[in-house]
């Protein structure tokens, strides 16, 4: 990938008057361990916010449970941990790309924790099934922990081993380190 700046590509989908938007936006890529906790997206509404970034499956599920729980501000769909810089929506379900689809979790200290996250994402998905979510198939389905701090790495660590007294088979879910994330947003206004 190149170094400096890299794309993130946001996708606004307006279907009032059929009129579609994409925007793209730069950020900063985040080069070094010590800098993994610079999200690609720093939302300060009622104070300062944390982020959480989760693959287990087809995003927009776990996004959708996300948003409901108390003390998450937003979420957001996109892919991470792959090798091709911006890949298509199309290439990533192709399986060619390497990236998984994933699910940034912006969501407030004071209301909820990292742990908490994670104790629900073990609720929503199976991450005892190494590349597949149901009868979504690939490594883009893969299930994955990426963590922004060594922090969040430790805590990952430890909520996998205890997590896997509730499952039968062995969690087969990876934890890495956040180095990029693809960002896509679909609104869907006027219906």
Same mark, same amino acid.
């Given at each position: ?16 008057? *059929? ?17 993994? +906790? ?9 104070? %300062? ?7 287990? *499956? ?25 090798? $091709? ?12 790309? +390497?990236?998984?689809e994933v699910v940034q979790v912006h969501y407030d200290p004071a209301m909820?924790?990292?742990a908490e996250i994670l104790d629900w994402f073990w609720r929503m998905h199976?991450?005892t099934t190494l590349n597949r979510q149901g009868n979504d198939v690939g ?14 790495? %430790? ?28 960002? $896509? $947003? ?6």
């Amino acid at each position: 990938m190149k170094q400096g700046f890299v794309h993130f590509i946001f996708v606004l989908l307006l279907l009032s008057g *059929g009129a579609y938007l994409v925007q793209a936006a730069a950020a900063k890529k985040l080069d070094k361990p010590e800098n993994k +906790g610079n999200t690609t997206m720093d939302i300060k509404r009622s104070g %300062q916010l944390e982020t959480a970034t989760v693959g287990g *499956g087809c995003f927009w599920c776990l996004e959708a449970v996300y948003e409901k729980l108390d003390g998450v501000e937003s979420c957001v769909s996109g892919y991470a941990g792959g090798h $091709v810089e911006n890949p298509s929506y199309k290439a990533v379900c192709d399986g060619t790309t +390497g990236h998984a689809e994933v699910v940034q979790v912006h969501y407030d200290p004071a209301m909820t924790n990292y742990a908490e996250i994670l104790d629900w994402f073990w609720r929503m998905h199976n991450p005892t099934t190494l590349n597949r979510q149901g009868n979504d198939v690939g490594t883009q389905y893969r299930s994955v922990i990426y963590y922004h701090n060594d922090e969040q790495k %430790q805590i990952a660590e430890k909520s996998i081993a205890n997590a896997q007294s509730a499952f039968k088979d062995k969690i087969v879910t990876e934890v890495e380190a956040l180095e990029l994330i693809i960002l $896509v $947003v679909v609104l869907m206004i006027g219906l």
